[in-house]
């Protein structure tokens, strides 16, 4: 198989990897996400029986493609907007509800105490079961 052909395979979502039971796009887009990617690679290469070279060369191919990494910050502003538009806001990091919504007067009053680098200035929400602000 070509880089290219292996790409494909790849980019198809009908590609599932029976021992996770995940796409194995999912998977390498997971590995990616997280900057491993020799273990991507290893990935690629283990799945598809190809030599490094080319698992390699599949790799970039899907990189060029699917661009720049998203950061774990990212990730879990878009998986608490996925959770809030489906049952109402969660707490992204421990998935509590029991959740406060930053009012813009506290968001001012933490500005005034601790400068315009206050870390809830941007957040909108203070978790009360493990005390994050997202
Ligand atoms: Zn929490």
Redesign the pocket.
Known sequence: MTAEEIYNKINSFHTINTETNKSVFGEIADLYDKHKEDEAVAHIQNYFKCDENTAKEAFAIFKKKVGPPISAEQIALASAEALAMQYGPH?P??N?TNLHRITTLEKAADTVLFGVYGNTRRCQWH?Y??N?DF
């Open positions: 707490c990091y421990c509590s978790c079961n493990c994050s």
